[in-house]
């Protein structure tokens, strides 16, 4: 298994914070954003590790990270001020490509501010489907400590006996919500073929496509996307705000989306 961590962009929301660094050298609970994802991914038997680079770019190396000198690789997204998450996945194609000829049987991507721990990555590299992407039946406590209202921000997330079925729309009803979405794909190699096509499909269109979006679309051709649930332990370092909830909610015992433990039972 290989991984993939989607850090090219410079993560406006989080104002002062990312200034004078990119959003995976952020230090959040003792570590960097980028180590706690990185071990993260090791722990879960990911061989290598490619980081997605581009604001502020010569920073984001292994050792600002506080990691091993050949923790990850990079490639680099020179267009990342006018570009996506998806854009960065298109930019890093040929080095999936290259990866997955060497028999490398499937690929995690995750968004650069999430955060979670080895045994989600686990639950969503055993999935049997060509495209899965974990999400939390827990979300709505995490989201009354963001937002203060549950339904501030959330996006639908519908699945049928584990099968997505709808994601990233604004809820009109609050049963379209039955979970959300965290920032974690897995492809096989069939699903990232799958993932590839409507990559070239969109072409140019995926600087201004989000990931929820692309996901849709899968859904929309008639790819199955498994949906893995997970309950809590997990957070999506968004905006200065999220920052300041969760360095507060870290020091709270036993706190429900405390990454850096775990309870997978849905």
Request: with cysteine; charged share 25%.
């Amino acid at each position: 298994m290989i991984a993939i961590i989607l850090g090219a962009g410079r993560g406006t929301s989080l104002k002062e914070l990312t200034d004078d660094k990119p959003t995976g050298l952020i230090e959040l609970g003792g570590k960097t954003l980028v180590r706690w994802q990185c071990e993260a991914l090791e722990a879960a038997k990911a061989r290598r590790v490619c980081v997605v680079r581009g604001y502020r770019s010569e920073q984001l190396t292994p050792e600002a990270a506080g990691l091993p000198p050949n923790a990850f690789e990079t490639v680099e997204n020179t267009d990342w001020l006018h570009g996506s998450l998806l854009s960065g996945l298109r930019c890093v194609a040929p080095w999936i490509d290259m990866a997955l000829a060497e028999d490398e049987d499937g690929i995690i991507v995750s968004h650069a501010d999430a955060l979670y721990p080895a045994d989600h990555v686990l639950a969503l590299a055993n999935a049997v489907e060509p495209v899965a992407i974990t999400y939390d039946t827990r979300w709505q406590t995490l989201w009354m400590q963001r937002f203060g209202d549950p339904l501030m921000n959330a996006e639908t997330f519908i699945h049928q006996d584990g099968r997505l079925l709808e994601v990233g729309f604004r809820p009109e009803d609050p049963d379209d919500i039955q979970g959300q979405y965290m920032g974690l794909i897995r492809f096989s190699p069939k699903g990232w073929n799958y993932a590839k096509k409507h990559l070239n499909k969109l072409g140019a269109a995926c600087d201004h496509t989000d990931m929820t979006t692309f996901l849709q679309g899968l859904v929309d051709d008639d790819i199955l996307v498994q949906a893995v649930p997970v309950v809590g332990h997990w957070v999506e370092v968004d905006s200065r705000e999220d920052y300041y909830i969760y360095k507060k909610a870290l020091e709270r015992p036993g706190w429900s989306h405390d990454w850096r433990t775990t309870s997978l039972t849905a």
